[in-house]
Structures are given as structure tokens and as C-alpha cells.
């Protein structure tokens, strides 16, 4: 296409991670990005607004929801060189989180003309998988 | 069963949110709890950490995602006395989010001895229908 | 649009459905086709291949995600003029089905630019919710 | 538990397959099963029935949503002995699909004490990914 754009390099992923409030409040940080893998790694620290009671170190499921959806976005956005619209996406949880960190793989597993599907895995810090996401993405220029 | 739990009122359930820091950063209000009706109305206010990006008044669909899975949740504890755990939801979005205020009402379809099945459709103040979620939670005592 | 096609009557929908092998096969009968309401009604009955266990009298889930699936792409379909692609679609299963004839009534809740999302409600004859569906289809001409 | 099941070997799923008039019509054919690897495989071919127009040589989406599903399910089943209840599934459709023959691989994500979560990758016979699915399903005894 004539609006064709370069990829996106995991620092300028970051900047546009960190020009948005909701993302930049929870903290997620790009741990790599490999576009001929179209895989991209997000990692993310407990602060306390993210606890499901207050004191337990648990997090809240929703917290693990804006991670996957956030992480599938970008793996799809690093090839089209610009953020896309989430048209739907699921969230499996398969076990509580108890660590301080979390990290979600997110891997495109088809990009077509009108929409990319992404599978996202979220493990805690001991290596264990405690969610899964899916999400279906929009690919056509706005 | 013998461990059944009195149903929880729109005052208890308030007193549940506002226990979880994640859900209180959020902001969620009980507008209604009703329990013939399996039907529970939570509302949510926009403040800054919840923008796509600073000053435009679009929200976050990170936001939108925690909203759905709470309603989803609690109206499913609403009858069962205890919150629950979700399994998993999906949220599909049909519109950009730009009103300061959303309202998510979650209906329960069916709930069985080991899982209910909850839609959520949220609204913006101008009532526009601008996302639905469809859940599935634990209803078996932990 | 300049490509935009009249809408499909409830006559046009069964003559397409009649002339996939893949839904003939299953049966599916138009019940109704409401286009202002956005709302198709599709029927099916049990046949000996479409049980669980011989002699049963159950179907098999198969059957009824075949029939929601169906049920959500001629309700877009409708609208559109041409059946459109299922870009992907989720089912509940809610009760096990013992009756002879099923409905399936599919109601568009969002048909945008690149995509349409549509809602499947499954009943049995005696009219208990068996099966919820929830589907994404292309709605851009081929 | 004291009604744990011995797990399922390939030609006891087989048997179970060939039971249900469902999957037999479809002609579902068990592949490999891998009990350690909580990893099922199945093959199905094309026949007239199952195609989405008639002499096209293309699938409808139907069928592999059935093949999908079940996939889910015997991989599940492989490990606790019996099959289980589907509680829901999605599926996502990539490319259409043209070949004479299709493989479901089913892998085990995370089998616990009330569901367990499975995806479903099938590809043609050129070893194209087509379709992904991902499952919920019951874990306890009847």
C-alpha cells in the first residue's frame, strides 16, 4: 500500500506506551520486540492499585485483561508501524497471581487485509502460565 | 447446600468494590442490584489515568474490560452471596468511548452448579451501546 | 456505497442456505427475517447424524454451533445483500438439548464499516435457553 | 479421587469417536495422543456434505468448528478417562480452506479441579495454519 509504514522498534512502542495515561498508570514496559517473529514481550510491576484486596499481593484480574490486550495490540501495531483498533478479545485466567511482576508474550498468529488475531501469555515471575488472551485487531488504516 | 449465602444487597455489594483497590481506583457505583432479575447496573465515572491519550476524552478500553468483568462478576454474586471467580470474558467494541460517564448492565443467562454464563452491555450517557461482554464464572464454593 | 446490494428476503436467505451442502444437510428452515429489527429466526430438527449417542435424542453441540454460526451470518447477510465471511464467533452451551427442533435467533447489535457483531440466543421446543452465541463477521465486499 | 479414570489410548478415543453418530459422520480419525504432552491430533477429509458450495472443494466453517471442538474435548478426556462437557469455545477463522484433508492439534493449556482451558490449531494439508480454537470444558464427574 502507498500509506505503507515502517515497523515499529521497541522504543518507539514505549514512547507511544508511555504517551497514554491508562497504560503509563499501569506501568507496562516493552521487553522485546521481534518483528520477523511478530512477538512482542510487555512486563509489568504490582502497585498497589492493582491489588484484588488490599495487602495481599494478589493481583486483580483486570489488571492481567489491560496487559493482554495491550501486549496483542502492539504485536500487531509493531508491523504496521501504528497502534490499531481492538475489535474484540477474550481472557482465560488460569490461576491467582501472586507474583510482583508479570510478563505477556504476545505472538501475531495471522494478519490479513481487514484484521490480525494474537495470541497473548501472561506468566508470573516464577515462570508459571496464569492467563491466556486472544484478541482480534483491526489492520486497516483509520 | 448448607454453605448458601444470604444474596447480597447493592449496599453490600458497594462495600465488596469499594474493598478492592483495582475496582476503587475505577470508581464503580451500585446504580441497581436486581436480584429477581439477575440484573445488576454498575456506572463509572472517566478521570485522567483512564484516557487513550491525555485530554481527549476517549476512554481506555482497558477500562471498559474491568468494568465488564466486574458487573459480569458481582451480578452473578449478587445471588450466591460471594464474590466469584472469573474463568473467562470476552469484550467486543462496537464504538469509540468519549462521555465522561458509562453505565454496564450485566444480565446472568444461566447460572449451574459449577458455572454461570453473564452479558454485559455497556451504554455511554447519550445511551449509545458501546461495547458487550459475555463471561463465564466459578459458582462453586472455593 | 456504490457496490451496495438490496437487502435478502426471508425466500432469498432459504434459497442460499438451500444450496450450501454443508446447511442443507443440517436443515435449516427461515422462520422469520425482521431486517428493520435486525433479527433472523432459523429452525432446525434432529436427524439420526446430528445426535451425541445413538437412540439418544441429544444433539450433538456441533449442531447447534453450526446453527448459530449460520444464524449470525445471514442476519448480517440480510442487511448487506451477500453472506458475508465469519471472522470468528464464541458458544455457550448452557443445558443439554433433548428436544426434537431447536430456533436460533440471531439480532445484530453493531454492523460497522470492516466488521458486524451479532448475538445467537438458542432455544429448545419447550423454550429454555439452550445455547448463547456470539459472533464477528466481515461486512466489506470481497 | 476415588473415581479417577485410567487415561484414554488413542484407539479407546477412536471407539468413543466412532459411538457418536455426529463425529462419525463427520469421519474424525485420532491422529496421535499424546498423554504427557496433554497433546491430541485429529484428521478429518473432505466429503460432499461438508463443503460450503457445492463441487468448490472448500470447507464450510462449520465443519471445522466441529472438528475444533471435539479436538478440545477428546484432549481433555485423554487425561481423566471420559469425555467432558463442553462449557464454551471460540473460534477464530484465518483462511479459507481448500484442501481434501485438515489436522487438529489440541494442546492442554491448564487442566484444574472445575475446567480446563485448551487451544485447538488446525491446518491443511500443506501445513497452513486455517483456524485456532480455544476451549472451555468441565472437569468433574457427573
Keep these: 500500500m502507498s500509506d ?44 498497589p492499585e492493582l491489588e484484588r484486596r488490599a495487602g495481599t499481593g494478589q493481583w486483580h484480574g483486570g489488571a492481567l485483561a489491560g496487559l493482554i490486550d495491550t501486549a496483542g495490540d502492539f504485536a500487531v501495531a509493531m508491523g504496521l508501524g501504528a497502534p490499531v483498533p481492538t475489535i474484540n478479545f477474550r481472557v482465560d485466567y488460569l490461576r491467582p497471581v501472586m507474583t510482583a511482576r508479570l510478563e505477556a508474550t504476545a505472538r501475531v498468529r495471522r494478519s490479513g487485509r481487514t484484521v490480525a488475531v494474537v495470541d ?8 508459571r502460565l496464569v492467563a491466556i488472551g486472544r484478541g482480534t485487531y483491526g489492520t486497516q488504516p483509520g
Design 4 to 47: 505503507a509504514k515502517p515497523p515499529l522498534t521497541a522504543a518507539a512502542i514505549q514512547a507511544v506506551l508511555d504517551g497514554s495515561p491508562f497504560i503509563r498508570f499501569f506501568g507496562m514496559k516493552v521487553l522485546s520486540a521481534d518483528l520477523a517473529g511478530a512477538t512482542l514481550v510487555l512486563a509489568m510491576e504490582l502497585r
Design 120 to 127: 497473548i501469555d501472561v506468566h508470573d515471575a516464577e515462570g
